[in-house]
């Protein structure tokens, strides 16, 4: 089996559109979209209905959840003004059905395969929240074992930081698939299954500077440290 993760999309069309036309995704069995298909850029809608069009598995992101569910007022101290201004202005652009297709996506994902099982989420959820307060500051192996402490897998693969890493010990896996959408090249990553295990991290080439240019054009707030 071949099977294509790619995450952290946030709203960035040329990057999916990029991503569908490679071999990899042409020939993959199956695609598992990690989440976070808005905020960022200033195209989710169009994010969103090509996702739904792809028929390709989604599970929920953080970014996806605010959308969906709104902030935790507990929680929104700690968001900056353009972190606000953003959703403020996902809130008002994304249409109520594609609102209601994210919030269908489940948290997880998960793919057995005879005795391995692979674990698939945008970053570890407690009680419906992203479990950011055991987020490490270090990554390292320790602090990956411990992030994910109460699931059970042999490889996981979650996005969120937007810089891939691999840490392994000699049972376990933890892969951090990146972002496609907004750095270029955008990665993503090939899982084969067969005839041994294979994990191999790819880039796809998009133009990230007129999804900068719609963004202006839209009047979106956008984080322009965030975006290169």
């Known amino acids: 089996m071949k099977i294509l993760v790619f995450t952290d999309l946030h709203g960035s069309l040329n990057a999916l559109k990029a991503l569908i036309q ?13 989440g976070d ?4 850029c200033s195209r989710p809608n169009e994010c969103i209905d090509l996702l739904r069009e792809l028929n390709i598995i989604c599970v929920l992101g953080n970014n996806d959840s605010y959308l969906c569910c709104g902030i935790d007022p507990d929680d929104k101290p700690k968001f ?16 109520k059905e594609n609102k209601e297709f994210v919030a269908s996506w489940p948290y ?22 992203l479990n950011v307060v055991d987020e490490p500051f270090i990554k390292c192996l320790y602090a ?3 992030l994910f402490r109460n699931i059970k897998a042999d490889y ?3 996005g969120h930081e937007h810089k891939t890493s691999i840490y392994s010990n000699r ?6 698939v990146g972002t496609v959408g907004v750095k270029n ?4 990553f090939v899982i084969l299954t067969e005839p041994d295990i294979q994990i191999k991290e790819k880039f796809v080439e998009f133009d990230i500077n007129e999804e900068k240019k719609l963004m202006e054009a839209a009047g979106y707030p956008y984080n322009k440290k965030k975006i290169d």
Not at 88 to 93: G, K, L, P, Q, R
Request: with cysteine; glycine share 2%.
């Open 37 to 40: 298909a808005v905020m960022g």
């Open 185 to 188: 090249p955008g990665s993503y």
């Open 156 to 158: 996981y693969f979650f």
């Open 171 to 176: 049972k376990q896996s933890f892969i951090c």
């Open 80 to 95: 900056t003004r353009t972190k606000l201004n953003q959703m403020e202005w996902m809130d008002a652009h994304v249409t």
């Open 22 to 34: 490679t071999q990899d995704f042409k020939t993959a069995d199956q695609v598992i979209f990690l």
């Open 144 to 146: 990956r074992e411990k």
């Open 108 to 129: 997880s994902y998960v793919i057995k395969d005879e005795s391995l099982t692979f674990y698939f989420t945008h970053y570890p959820w407690t009680k419906n929240k």
